[in-house]
């Protein structure tokens, strides 16, 4: 497979894992507050979108800061800035 293909790849996986990881919790932590039914999307939809957000942040705070070898919790240890072998923040142009 090409270097381009990994790193797609790579981005979409530490993409999905967060939002199916805050949905599953979205979904356990709805399912036990008592709300109105007309409600209860609402909830679970604003509860995934919090819980994905501070997932996310946490694992990449504790791959950054602790060890990379936790970027294994986003699904592929591979951090962003390090998918392609430019150096980070140099972009291309022509």
């Not at 894992?17 to 036990?32: E, K, Q, S």
């Amino acid at each position: 497979m090409s270097e381009t293909f990994l790193a797609l790849w790579a981005s979409i996986v530490r993409t999905i894992v967060p939002i199916v990881v805050g949905a599953v919790l979205g979904w356990f932590t709805a399912a036990n507050i008592p709300v109105d039914p007309e409600f209860e999307g609402t909830l679970t939809t604003l509860l995934t979108a919090l819980l994905t957000t501070a997932y996310y942040v946490a694992v990449r705070l504790f791959e950054t800061y602790i060890s990379p070898k936790l970027g294994w919790l986003l699904g592929y240890a591979k951090s962003p800035d390090s998918y392609s072998e430019d150096e980070p923040g140099k972009h291309v142009t022509e």
